[in-house]
């Protein structure tokens, strides 16, 4: 293994990745068509729009960015072109973080060396990744500081968990969960939510030994909900379902990016972390994962129980000043609108009024997403 070193990045940078599902324009269901849209690219996507495990998934992805207003904005234009390709091709984009009918057993996955690699190593417990989730990178300055975030922002990924939860369906039935993706990616040996660790040489010799032994073939298959990222010189978080829109998904960048940068700053002013005990964020990630935006969390400031609207006016108080000095105060603002239009209530509601879950698909795909 080559010696792993942080590439630093002097501002808190953007990147965002959103997994969205190809859907048959006619059938509703999910289509495994990722080479025949990857074919017909024009160069201006090419470098921006990638296949992933499943061919029934294409990630998109910015470009970096300094703003969430401008991520937003290349978000918009390769959405425009993507959609424009697609729909002749008779294939449409769902957002998503689950599909409420089609089954895993009937995806096929990616031509890739790795992705078969994987299934060899795993079987089942990848075949079953039929899931899509948003991604977003935030750029950091070392690999120590990247490693103290990555653990001080533990206790936030629930909320972030609860306010994207939008997977309550999976093989034709509803789960009684808002993010049933959550749980089908802690199947994975290496996902769900990571180990505290103290400095960016305890993070390396982790990463080493799973790969010395076997564990792992390479640091991307390391899943966890939070993880630094060497190469970009960023923190990834992973924890969140694809959301219904992207007005979500910039509330969401903009709640990240803030966090990230106020913890930061503490750190480098010396603040001191309270004890908050990983068994609370596990418990709190099960609520999110349970009832969504509906959850009721325990704070970690106060060990009290508190609603997730109650969580949001709060950090959008205290990170307002961020919000401010970043450029993304209405994004961080419109988190206030999140649990009152929950991806996986929507899902529930249109499913509670029609009886169908194919109508979920067709009702989802008539509400422009962006």
Known sequence: MTVMRFTPNPKPTIGVEIELQLIDSRELSLKSCIDQVLAALPDSLKESVKSELMQCYVEINTKICDTVAEAGEDLRT????????????????LWAGTHPFSSWRHQKIT??????????????VVRRLVTFGLHVHIGVDSGDKAVMICDRMLHHLPLLLALSANSPFWEGRSTGLHSNRSKIMEGLPTAGLPYQMRNWSEYVWLIKHLMDTGFINSIR?????????????????????????????????????????????????????????????????????????????VSYRDFQQRSVPQLVDDLITRLGPAAAELQCRSELERLADIPGTSGARRQLEIYEQ???????????LETPAW
């Open 111 to 124: 031509f890739h060396e790795r992705y078969h690699r994987l299934v060899t190593l795993m079987e089942d």
């Open 78 to 93: 390769k959405l425009s072109q993507l959609e424009q390709l697609l729909h002749p091709m008779g294939i449409r984009l």
């Open 221 to 297: 298959e390391v899943w966890w909900d939070i993880r630094p990222h060497h190469h970009f010189g960023t923190i990834e978080v992973r924890v969140c379902d694809i959301p219904p829109d992207l007005n979500h998904v910039l509330s969401l960048t903009a709640l990240i990016q803030c966090l990230v940068h106020t913890i930061s700053q503490e750190i480098d002013e010396g603040t001191f972390q309270s004890e908050y005990h990983p068994m609370m964020v596990e418990q709190n990630k099960w609520r999110a994962t349970r009832y969504g935006a509906d959850a009721s969390l």
């Open 354 to 364: 029609t009886g169908s879950r194919r109508k979920v698909v067709e009702k989802l």
